[in-house]
């Protein structure tokens, strides 16, 4: 520091540095390192195309997406959504669907795609409802919405082909199979194909997606329908996959939940959800939870799987994806059959969120001095408490089933 006394400049050092002393310097902030790259995956179970569901979308404001408008954001806030469409969308080449014959209407793959689904699973024993044509077609109404099908194609390399989606800069590789069909078409491998669920090339499938990907997702449509437990041979099968490079099973088939569980195998680890249930369907449609037990409404229960996996150093070195999270959040068909109301209404929600809305409600009834007098508030009040009961049945038993450690 300089300072002027007179006409003399006197120069002020510091005492640090007469004596040599190293000049303290402020520490040089180091930012933090990034956070690891993390991918959400959504998956659901079977997307039912019953003549009252179409009739649902047909009469509904914005057509499909208003049947399951509760799960949009959730589908939308993913990475990638998963989901298994159990029917062909062959308006041109097929014939109008029937029971246990299923068809599609081309505004379903638009609908889906603008919801937020990425990947379906085209591989399950309706695939053929349509004949190979239908199959054609189907994959090509996906194609042009941009959507990802795994387990079928137009000859059986293209059906056996691993599908890879790249979000956040990771891999993701898809495979699908079916252990059942209600027709089995494949004749020529150079004609459409639906892949079967054989274990050894199966197993060598998942172990070349391992090579290629960052993360393994196996698609399978298996099990026995309307059973809440999957076979020792699910179990079995489900082992070999995993241990083969699986790091993710989204089973479907038997229209109700069965149980989920995280399975080791090789030294791997790998969450299996055997079966994920309905999406959406008119099973179960005559289900009242004051008429029925409590098995009567399982086809209507429904779970949304969300499992968010992070890059870890692993053992060797090498960076992997690690399951970090993952959670089943409760879903139910809400179904007006046998109401007066003219329209058929059919629609998905999330269990948690209605819960909390209908107790509201059910409080304000109770609460209201004013309304009590009024004309059919008790009726009101009683179908609010009945719908009530209805929920927080259907959210035990989905608890129940896929296992409480997974339901939050």
Avoid at 15 to 39: N, T
Avoid at 78 to 84: K, L, R, S
Avoid at 217 to 227: A, T
Avoid at 365 to 387: C, D, I, N
Wanted: proline residues 7%.
């Amino acid at each position: 520091m300089r300072r002027r006394v007179g006409s003399t400049v006197i120069v002020a050092v510091g005492l640090g540095a007469m004596l040599g002393l190293p000049i303290a310097c402020r520490p040089r902030r180091v930012p933090p390192p990034p956070p690891p790259p993390r991918l959400r995956l959504v998956a659901v179970g079977d997307i039912l195309m019953h003549q009252d569901v179409k009739a649902a979308a047909e009469r509904a404001p914005s057509g499909f997406p208003a049947l399951w408008a509760d799960l949009v954001p959730l589908f939308q806030g993913a990475d990638v959504a998963f989901g298994n469409l159990e029917t062909p969308v062959a308006p041109t080449s097929g014939r109008p669907g029937v029971p246990f014959q299923f068809n599609a209407p081309a505004a379903l793959p638009a609908a889906l795609r603008a919801s937020g689904f990425t990947v379906l699973s085209t591989a399950n024993n309706h695939a053929f409802d349509q004949g190979a044509k239908g199959v054609r077609e189907t994959l090509d109404r996906l194609r042009a919405e941009q959507l990802v099908a795994v387990g079928s194609g137009e000859d059986r390399v293209r059906a056996e082909a691993v599908q890879v989606v790249e979000r956040q800069g990771l891999k993701v590789a898809f495979l699908g199979f079916t252990d059942l069909f209600n027709v089995d078409l494949n004749r020529k491998a150079t004609e459409p194909w639906v892949r079967p669920l054989d274990l050894e090339p199966a197993m060598s499938a998942v172990r070349e997606a391992r090579l290629r990907a960052d993360l393994v997702v196996v698609s399978v449509h298996w099990g026995n329908e309307y059973q809440r437990q999957p076979t020792k041979r699910q179990r079995d099968i489900a082992k070999r996959l995993v241990e083969a490079g699986c790091d993710l099973l989204l089973g479907h088939h038997p229209h109700v939940l069965q149980p989920a569980e995280i399975v080791e195998a090789g030294g791997r680890k790998a969450l299996v959800a055997y079966s994920l249930g309905n999406f959406i369907s008119n099973q179960d449609r005559m289900y009242r939870a004051d008429l029925f037990p409590v098995a009567g409404g399982d086809s209507r229960d429904g779970a949304a799987l969300q499992a968010v996996f992070e890059q870890r150093q692993g053992a060797d070195g090498r960076p992997h994806l690690a399951l970090a999270e993952t959670s089943f959040e409760p879903l139910w068909t809400e179904n007006n059959w046998g109401s007066p109301a003219a329209q058929r209404e059919i629609r998905v929600i999330r269990v948690a969120a209605a819960e909390a809305r209908v107790r509201a409600e059910v409080e304000a009834l109770s609460a209201s001095r004013e309304g009590q007098g009024a004309p059919g508030h008790r009726t009101a009040l009683l179908a609010k408490q009945e719908y009530l009961r209805t929920l927080i049945l259907r959210r035990r038993r989905i608890a129940e089933t896929l296992g409480e450690a997974f339901v939050r």
